[in-house]
């Protein structure tokens, strides 16, 4: 059962719930980052295509059945047992279609492809696919009642174990078979960590189908448009191209998906649930929103453009100098992955006020000008224009989805554009800063000294930003307390609430 709860309390549950799936994701990301150190040395760019090649397809037929029922679960306050029973019983049976379509389609991908290995790697996909479907539905709650805890638990105990089997199968079989093992591995204990780690027992049920599919029905077209804004672009390198150039894309989008895009899934899983407590508040729940967006670029986009101006330094120090050569697709995912956090960080707000159509509808125009752009670049084997093209697209599709949520909420534009153009101009203060820096110091043959170097510089010209966006901030301190009764919102304002009690109390330990 699900209590109500005041504004203040949701508000600091959310907060909290940020906090542990930040960190959820950076102790994730962290494994992956070491993964991928180990990996990039054992394995080559061939292997990462075939995988890459085999999950291209695995995700064809999971963004078509794939409703995301969990959201509808939560965005309802009042879900009943019949809902979660019939949940679950559909997520086994679009597990089971995935599976029978892998097992199907084995055999004419290998051919269209002309790679042979993927007969034998497809039935494993289809394992990992019935695992999926099977999993408790009850660990929803978990989220649903902003218990974020026992979700990082969950998730980190899952990638512990698929890491210490992608690894070990890494060191023993130096193959791509190693990347399946873990992928599998983490569908398993998925399964059986979520009947350990939650007390709800689903049973088989249709009851709600009609309820649940009302939801998420959008949820079905966000998923296919979301493929093909990313997957579907693999797709079209991958029959275009050499599996050489479609490894090379995976990684360095991989690797910039790890610093960039990833960083807003897990603060969503803390906003969708708050958001939707706070829907009969627009009030509090605009200010709520405007507070979240400004937070999110504020750690995400200096991380992205860091990452953008040394892709260099962390290509060759994280993956080895093989890779080196096309370190430059890494810029371009950086930059464009700065633009969609902002994006991802607004869609939550859409589906708590059980407007998905949204979503679907900025995808749908935000994915057409997509694959025109990018498929006549690459049949152009013109691959720096085809990846600026996504980068364009990024950029439209957050001042678009910004747009519309500042409309939904009735937010006045300015008011949440002012914390993003600070954002962007301490943005380019780091960039600039970084370019200066890296003229400086250029690469070097040891290890130790390219990591050493790329630490200090990350490490000044995150400085410098941050020195640049509280100037502005404090400099137009008096003209947003002048136009508003309350506190200036932004994310320098939250930083100091929170930290100015911690220095206080510090402040009196010591005296």
């Not at 309802?76 to 997520?91: I, M, P």
């Not at 060191?171 to 791509?176: E, I």
């Not at 800063?433 to 070097?444: D, E, K, R």
Request: glycine content about 4%; charged content about 10%.
């Amino acid at each position: 059962m699900i209590h109500l709860m005041d504004d203040s309390s949701i508000t600091k549950k959310m907060g909290i719930g940020a906090v542990w799936m930040v960190f959820l994701r950076l102790c994730v990301r962290l494994l992956s980052i070491i993964s991928l150190f180990i990996m990039a040395r054992l394995l080559v760019p061939e292997d990462y295509g075939i995988v890459a090649l085999a999950m291209s397809f695995y995700a064809i037929l999971d963004v078509i059945t794939t409703f995301n029922f969990d959201l509808p679960l939560i965005q309802n306050q009042h879900a009943t047992k019949e809902d979660y029973n019939t949940a679950w019983s559909l997520n086994i049976l679009m597990g089971l279609f995935i599976a029978i379509g892998l097992l199907i389609g084995s055999h004419p991908m290998a051919a269209l492809f002309n790679e042979p290995q993927l007969t034998s790697i497809f039935p494993c996909l289809a394992v990992m696919a019935i695992l999926q479907g099977f999993t408790n539905i009850g660990i929803v709650n978990f989220r649903k009642e902003l218990k974020l805890k026992k979700e990082f638990h969950f998730e980190f105990s899952k990638k512990i174990l698929s890491f210490i089997v992608t690894v070990t199968a890494g060191v023993l079989l130096k193959s791509y078979w190693a990347l399946i093992l873990g992928m599998i591995t983490n569908s398993l204990a998925g399964l059986l960590l979520s009947f350990i780690m939650s007390d709800y027992r689903p049973s088989l049920s249709l009851k709600s189908w009609r309820s649940l599919l009302n939801f998420s029905k959008w949820m079905l077209f966000t998923n296919i448009l979301g493929f093909t804004n990313n997957r579907l672009m693999m797709l079209i390198v991958g029959s275009s191209l050499n599996t050489k150039v479609l490894g090379n894309y995976s990684m360095m989008k991989e690797v910039a998906d790890i610093t960039t895009v990833e960083l807003v899934l897990p603060i969503q899983k803390a906003l969708f649930p708050g958001y939707s407590k706070l829907t009969n508040d627009r009030h509090q729940l605009a200010q709520v929103f405007l507070n979240s967006i400004s937070m999110i670029a504020f750690f995400g986009v200096p991380i992205a453009v860091t990452l953008a101006i040394l892709n260099e330094y962390f290509v060759i120090i994280l993956l080895s100098d093989k890779w080196l050569s096309e370190s430059w697709m890494l810029k371009i995912f950086c930059l464009s992955g700065a633009f969609s956090l902002v994006t991802g960080a607004t869609f939550s707000i859409y589906y708590a006020l059980a407007k998905p159509q949204i979503v679907t509808a900025i995808l749908f125009i935000q994915g057409v000008i997509r694959v025109i752009l990018f498929s006549y670049f690459i049949t152009q084997n013109q691959i720096l224009e085809a990846l600026l093209s996504i980068l364009a697209t990024a950029i439209f599709g957050t001042l678009l989805s910004l747009v519309t949520s500042c409309r939904l909420l009735t937010l006045p534009i300015l008011q949440l554009l002012w914390p993003l153009t600070r954002t962007v101009l301490a943005a380019i203060c780091l960039t600039g800063c970084l370019l200066l820096l890296n003229a400086w110091f250029p690469l070097h043959d040891n290890f130790f000294i390219n990591l050493l170097t790329m630490s200090v510089m990350a490490i000044i010209g995150l400085a410098i930003y941050s020195i640049c966006h509280f100037s502005l901030w404090y400099f137009t301190y008096p003209l947003q307390t002048a136009s508003s009764a309350s506190q200036p919102t932004g994310a320098e304002a939250i930083i100091i609430q929170l930290v100015k009690p911690k220095l206080s109390a510090l402040k009196l330990k010591l005296s």
